[in-house]
Nanobody
Framework: QVQLKESGGGLVQAGGSLRLSCAAS????????MGWFRQAPGKEREFVGSINWGGDSTYYADSVKGRFTISRDNAKNTVYLQMNSLKPEDTAVYYC???????????????WGQGTQVTVSS
């Protein structure tokens, strides 16, 4: 089992920045690829980005490419999502997820955090 807990969400004005953190505990964190997903009210959960176990490969949804950056610190069992140039359409609950395989389909991820709310005001 892997336990995940997100933090760092909040309210920010359009154009601002936030950094989300996801702290992991349980099994060896460095064995797992990590993904960030988000879900807005009335919408399906969507892929934001992912990072491989070593941190040297990252993938992003087109909607966040160039604005969001994923990184990880395996010594701290933590993955980060740096979000810059935020837009109102980025408003959602953001989730981190872990799985042995790297992917962009939420159905492929076995372990999930409880989510953190990000609200971007216009």
């Amino acid at each position: 089992q892997v336990q995940l807990k997100e933090s760092g969400g909040g309210l920010v004005q359009a154009g601002g920045s936030l950094r989300l953190s996801c702290a992991a505990s349980g099994r060896t964190f460095s064995n797992y690829a990590m993904g960030w997903f988000r879900q807005a009210p009335g919408k399906e959960r969507e892929f934001v980005g992912s990072i491989n176990w070593g941190g040297d490969s990252t993938y992003y949804a087109d909607s966040v490419k160039g604005r969001f950056t994923i990184s990880r610190d395996n010594a701290k069992n933590t993955v980060y999502l740096q979000m810059n140039s935020l837009k109102p359409e980025d408003t959602a609950v953001y989730y981190c997820a872990a799985d042995l395989a790297l992917g962009n389909d939420p159905r492929e991820y076995n372990y999930w955090g409880q989510g953190t709310q990000v609200t971007v005001s216009s």
